[in-house]
T-cell receptor
């Protein structure tokens, strides 16, 4: 069975510094996709970044980058130059190959990030 | 530019009542799903569908029913509401497959309280 673990319930970071949010996963599928989503206090789910398990390079999107270590089954989100608006819940998610019996997109429990001015 | 639309946004139910949360998407996505979000638990998958007529259970399916008669709609039915079903519910949809373009789109959430 698939599982996502986010071991940091809460994190603090100083404004303008970088922060790493941890995500480890468990799957027996050789191919899969990994997502990160942001949920501000207003409640909407905002897509940040995607990494395919066979992608040759780590994904980057602006200030977000994904430190993907396939052998360790980890997909940590790195936010550079933190801003006050980055304060939110962050969720790691995984989807297996499509059209299988287990085509479920599952989420981790989330990490609450607070950016300190 | 509707995306994923879910209704109602807020609902209070009495224990034992039934209700349906509606979800519709206009992006021709094969994949649709329902999650519930509780403090400290993240998003837990209730039911999902990979196409019209095809549904399957997620992590926490008990007490909920779904159907997928069209590509666009994926309603979630609470059969006999219980206080343990007080939660925020999200509908989500995407194309199938592991392409970087297959972003999962979410509705705005439905806040449900069972008293």
């Amino acid at each position: 069975a698939q599982k996502i673990t986010q071991t940091q319930p809460g994190m603090f970071v100083q404004e303008k510094e970088a922060v790493t949010l941890d995500c480890t996963y468990d799957t027996s599928d050789p191919s899969y996709g990994l997502f990160w989503y942001k949920q501000p206090s207003s409640g909407e789910m905002i897509f940040l970044i995607y990494q395919g398990s066979y992608d040759q390079q780590n994904a980057t999107e602006g200030r977000y980058s994904l430190n993907f270590q396939k052998a360790r089954k980890s997909a940590n989100l790195v936010i550079s130059a933190s801003q006050l608006g980055d304060s939110a819940m962050y969720f790691c998610a995984m989807r297996p190959p499509s059209r299988t019996s287990y085509d479920k997109v599952i989420f981790g429990p989330g990490t609450s990030l607070s950016v300190i001015p | 530019n509707a995306g994923v639309t879910q209704t109602p946004k807020f609902q209070v139910l009495k224990t034992g009542q039934s209700m349906t949360l509606q979800c519709a998407q206009d992006m021709n996505h094969e994949y649709m799903s329902w999650y519930r979000q509780d403090p400290g638990m993240g998003l837990r998958l209730i039911h999902y569908s990979v196409g019209a007529g095809i549904t399957d259970q997620g992590e926490v399916p008990n007490g909920y029913n779904v159907s997928r008669s069209t590509t666009e709609d994926f309603p979630l039915r609470l059969l006999s509401a219980a206080p343990s079903q007080t939660s925020v519910y999200f509908c989500a949809s995407s194309y199938l497959g592991l392409s970087s373009g297959n972003t999962i789109y979410f509705g705005e959430g439905s806040w449900l309280t069972v008293v």
